[in-house]
């Protein structure tokens, strides 16, 4: 018998060494999918939410827990003076699940609770590792869980959002960091002054971080205590689920940021050591340890373990209808040795013995799963790895992530602004690494994200205008320095968009060029908010050079999603002048002209076209944008030929030093 070759190697020949192993990796996941399911569908399986944790019934409550290694489990809190007692006594009812019930009056809405587990040699106290609300106490700083049971459930309005069929345009967002005082902000202020902001501005996706409950503030939610609890430093669940009511009605998909490549090691108020074992979800030894991240490594090929992480992505699609995730950390889940070290620079290593097998089994389920609950939803890997297939449909014999973070963009960026002097970029050499993709993928592309605005590194308005930021950013204050800021910002970002091979994203205030770096409160910094906070205000004051930038983003981001610009895949090189540091590249109607040049305007400048007409649609030298308006926007422009009526066609434009223009193809008046 013929063995079916994946489409994913058909169109890769480079692939066919190795379609045994892509073909056994599909084999796998569909094996253990039958393993868990049974007779029943993943989505039936992917519900262990619905069964265990702290649940209402007609009969009062029910609390189940999974902790084998487990010799006794209480229930303490608020209602029984945190002390074990026997009506609070769970019973064992099986492979390792332990279930308590209590009358109705024996528990209310905003008890704390805790569970005291016991061990063959140890006890503890440890936050339920299914519970859906986990607050900190104020004076004590210790976690418990709360019952979040208000009489008026919350009723959902925009029941009718479908999520988003256009290419995602992504503003990634921190609740907590999103206002202008220095203190946590709110569910509730993000709801009522970033959503506005972001729907003005144009994005139609926002990726909100920190959503999970974590321990520490200063991990920027990426170390994961309580996977099924909505951060309470930020509100209540019923908060959160406004928030993305809303956005909903204001025509915004919300995706999370997802953390299933590793926990928290704090075990009272994380899954460390949750029944007094190591190895109950993660890896035993140096396999369940990441020595970069000081964290635990889930253990893939456990089946309660694959029962609590896909639980969890149903519990955040269905109980909170986010549209879809951001996975961190794939890299690190698909290799042993986390891709720590490696260069990545042959196919032998996404197909080696250093692959997680059943890593990749978990993400095959966990996207086919994604796609069961919510078909429009958003399914993106942060790998920096570049696996071929892992953004390609698992039909096609891929993994199934719907897009990869372009991670090789912003290091691509900061390595040419610190390394190269502006008379040293070769255009052709952006090009290639703005457009350099697998063609079978679709990937989100960005200058920057958080992590270039974090204390340790630099954002690149920060890395072209460094002090001169605190000095010169008033419109009435000429420097050289920051008009060459000012001025490459907004080609890179332009640029960067224009090619992104499938989506675009922007961290918050970045589209503003916000001044400085993010630093959580933390020992270090006396426990201050100064520099972990947005300031708005400075964008909005129309004084301030912040403006410029900020309006600039905004016609950009319009501008993309008017015309649908990331629908067009291909995105065709014209030409470039390496000496005049020119490029030019089509995208569909779309004609777009780069003058990277640092002192040399061009009068008359040719790109060679076929015949057209053409109107210029966004001028980076606009003075809406900070630019000297020496271009004029309002006339049409005509490609001329170079001899006859048949030879090479130039259009002829001119280029200012660091400008960039957008023009449309205009298609000649039919002559009656």
């Not at 960091?177 to 994005?203: A, C, D, Q, W």
Request: contains cysteine; negative net charge.
């Amino acid at each position: 018998m013929t063995k079916k070759i994946p489409k994913l190697v058909q169109d890769d020949m480079w692939l066919q060494p190795y379609a045994d192993v892509i073909t056994h990796r599909i084999e796998t996941a569909r094996m253990k999918e039958k393993e868990l399911t049974g007779d029943r569908s993943l989505y039936e399986f992917a519900s262990g939410h619905l069964y265990f944790g702290l649940h209402k019934t007609s009969e009062g409550w029910v609390m189940r827990e999974w902790a084998p290694n487990a010799t006794f489990i209480y229930l303490v809190g608020s209602f029984n003076n945190w002390e074990e007692q026997k009506p609070y006594a769970f019973e064992l009812v099986g492979d390792g699940v332990w279930q308590l019930n209590l009358k109705d009056d024996e528990l209310k809405h905003g008890d704390l609770y805790a569970l005291s587990m016991h061990w063959a040699v140890d006890y503890g106290k440890r936050v339920p590792a299914w519970a859906n609300y986990v607050v900190q106490d104020p004076e004590t700083h210790i976690f418990n869980a709360q019952v979040w049971r208000p009489e008026e459930v919350y009723q959902w309005k925009n029941n009718g959002f479908k999520g988003i069929t256009d290419p995602p345009l992504i503003y990634e967002a921190h609740i907590g960091m999103s206002g202008e005082e220095e203190r946590v902000h709110t569910y509730n202020e993000f709801r009522e002054k970033m959503l506005p902001r972001i729907k003005e501005n144009g994005y139609n996706t926002v990726q909100l971080m920190a959503i999970p409950e974590h321990p520490y503030y200063g991990s920027f939610g990426y170390h994961v205590s309580s996977f099924f609890a909505p951060s309470s430093r930020f509100g209540t669940p019923d908060d959160l689920k406004r928030l993305i009511d809303e956005a909903h009605g204001m025509g915004l998909a919300v995706i999370m940021d997802i953390v299933h490549s590793h926990a928290v090691k704090n075990e009272a108020e994380g899954l460390g050591k949750y029944d007094g074992t190591r190895y109950q979800f993660f890896h035993e030894g140096g396999k369940g340890e990441h020595p970069a991240w000081d964290s635990y490594c889930f253990n893939y090929g456990k089946n309660e373990v694959l029962h609590f992480l896909l639980s969890n992505l149903k519990f955040w699609l269905e109980e909170f209808r986010f549209d879809g995730f951001r996975f961190d950390g794939v890299t690190s889940m698909l290799y042993f040795d986390h891709g720590l070290g490696k260069a990545f620079s042959g196919y032998d290593d996404y197909f080696g013995q250093n692959v997680d097998l059943e890593a990749i089994t978990y993400i095959a389920l966990a996207n086919k799963l994604i796609k069961q609950i919510k078909s429009n939803s958003i399914s993106i890997a942060e790998d920096m790895s570049g696996m071929p297939g892992l953004a390609v449909p698992q039909e096609m014999g891929g993994l199934g992530f719907d897009y990869r973070m372009a991670m090789g963009v912003p290091d691509y960026w900061i390595k040419l602004i610190k390394e190269k002097k502006d008379d040293d970029w070769e255009v052709g050499d952006i090009f290639y690494n703005l457009t350099s993709k697998r063609m079978d993928e679709k990937v989100v592309s960005y200058a920057e994200s958080h992590d270039q605005a974090l204390v340790g590194d630099k954002t690149i308005i920060f890395r072209l205008i460094d002090k001169e930021m605190y000095f010169s950013m008033r419109k009435d204050q000429p420097n050289l320095i920051v008009d060459r800021g000012i001025a490459l910002h907004k080609m890179i970002r332009l640029i960067t968009a224009t090619t992104a091979g499938g989506a675009y994203l922007n961290f918050m205030g970045n589209e503003f060029g916000h001044p400085e770096w993010i630093d959580f409160p933390r020992e270090g910094n006396g426990w201050s908010y100064k520099h972990c906070r947005r300031l708005w205000s400075i964008a909005e004051d129309p004084g301030l050079k912040y403006h410029w930038l900020y309006d600039f983003d905004k016609e950009m981001i319009r501008f993309i999603s008017d015309n649908k610009l990331l629908t067009i895949p291909p995105v065709d090189f014209v030409m470039e002048n390496k000496p005049d540091k020119v490029l030019a590249y089509h995208r569909g109607l779309f004609l777009f002209v780069f003058n990277f040049n640092p002192t040399q305007s061009f009068t008359d400048y040719g790109i060679p076209l076929g015949p057209g007409k053409y109107q210029i649609v966004l001028s980076t030298d606009s003075g809406h944008f900070g630019g000297h308006d020496r271009v004029d926007q309002d006339i049409p422009y005509y490609t001329l030929p170079s001899g006859g009526l048949s030879s090479q066609h130039y259009l002829k434009l001119y280029l200012p030093a660091r400008t960039a223009l957008v023009l449309k193809k205009i298609n000649f008046p039919k002559v009656k």
